[in-house]
T-cell receptor, first 112, second 112 residues
Framework: SQQGEEDPQALSIQEGENATMNCSYKTSINNLQWYRQNSGRGLVHLIL?????REKHSGRLRVTLDTSKKSSSLLITASRAADTASYFC????????????FGKGTSLLVTP | NAGVTQTPKFQVLKTGQSMTLQCAQD?????MSWYRQDPGMGLRLIHY???????DQGEVPNGYNVSRSTTEDFPLRLLSAAPSQTSVYFC???????????FGSGTQLSVL
């Protein structure tokens, strides 16, 4: 499989805490992306980090990329109940014409 | 803009039946793709297209056909439905492959 791997598979935290999710991948990449999926809905793009970037911020989101370790992390600061969702990393795979391949996701539960 | 529109939202088929899942986007995106999402498997790429008249296979193409006669539309055809094709199907588009994807709301398909 060319899929990336997110870690952990599931994460449960309380409102106000930070949530960190990790993603590992197997090939060289142009960029790595993170998506969120609320239950029963389509995926929504959160952030894209290019291979020449090491860190990127968007609101309460911080993404890091370590191409030497083929890994990325997504940090959500000051989590809210509305952040409850599944989070997926995605990267382009040269074996599939640089179409995006998705990991299996991290299921995040934020309790009040 | 409606974004990416998928129809139908739900469908039940009998084994051996054929059907077409419709996908349309109004953002003038060159790149379109189909994914299936199964529990514990994440999203897996079925087929993709980099422009009108150009399609290619993804990770799990068997049992599915696609065509791209216009920039806007990218239908997915199930030739002879099988229970293994029970899944949630997502269409997605982007301005170019390897860039931010916009997802439709999905089609939940059950094959009995």
């Amino acid at each position: 499989s060319q899929q990336g791997e997110e870690d952990p598979q599931a994460l449960s935290i309380q409102e106000g805490e930070n949530a960190t999710m990790n993603c590992s991948y197997k090939t060289s990449i142009n960029n790595l992306q993170w998506y969120r999926q609320n239950s029963g809905r389509g995926l929504v793009h959160l952030i894209l980090i290019r291979s020449n970037e090491r860190e990127k911020h968007s609101g309460r989101l911080r993404v890091t990329l370590d191409t030497s370790k083929k890994s990325s992390s997504l940090l959500i600061t000051a989590s809210r109940a509305a952040d409850t969702a599944s989070y997926f990393c995605a990267y382009a795979n040269s074996n599939s014409g640089y179409a995006l391949n998705f990991g299996k996701g991290t299921s995040l539960l934020v309790t009040p | 803009n409606a974004g990416v529109t998928q129809t139908p939202k739900f469908q039940v088929l009998k084994t051996g039946q054929s059907m077409t899942l419709q996908c349309a986007q109004d953002m003038n995106h060159e790149y379109m793709s189909w994914y299936r999402q199964d529990p514990g498997m994440g999203l897996r790429l079925i087929h993709y297209s980099v422009g009108a008249g150009i399609t290619d296979q993804g990770e799990v193409p068997n049992g599915y056909n696609v065509s791209r006669s216009t920039t806007e539309d990218f239908p997915l055809r199930l030739l002879s439905a099988a229970p293994s094709q029970t899944s949630v199907y997502f269409c997605a588009s982007s301005i170019r492959r390897n860039e931010k994807l916009f997802f439709g709301s999905g089609t939940q398909l059950s094959v009995l």
